[in-house]
């Protein structure tokens, strides 16, 4: 069974940084594209990164671009997110995505 449990959210001021992490099992991780989206309170969700398989490929939304970055590490089954220079309407529960199927998601807040 697909379990994605992400990690790392937390409150910080606007310019500050984090770094999400999302740990996945139950299916080959090497062999899929991830993705991280995000759901700020009352919104949609919102596409924010992919990665491709292998890591050698990455695709930002504008809004983030320049300031995240995706990553993995395939022997750890592991998705990561910096999140750098962070401002206010980055707020939202962040959630890794593979296919649609996403974990409980982790909470970032950034305000004053």
């Known amino acids: 069974e697909v379990e994605l449990v992400e990690s790392g959210g937390g409150s910080v001021h606007p310019g500050g940084s984090l770094n999400l992490s999302c740990a996945a099992s139950?299916?080959?991780?090497?062999?899929?594209?991830m993705n991280w989206v995000r759901q700020a309170p009352g919104k949609g969700v919102d596409w924010v990164s992919t990665i491709n398989y292998a890591g050698t490929s990455t695709y930002y939304a504008d809004s983030v671009k320049g300031r995240f970055t995706i990553s993995r590490d395939n022997t750890k089954n592991t998705l990561y997110l910096q999140l750098n220079s962070l401002k206010t309407e980055d707020t939202a529960m962040y959630y890794c995505?593979?296919?649609?199927?996403r974990g409980q998601g982790t909470q970032v807040t950034v305000s004053s």
């Open positions: 139950g299916f080959a991780f090497d062999m899929y594209t």
């Open positions: 995505d593979k296919d649609g199927r």
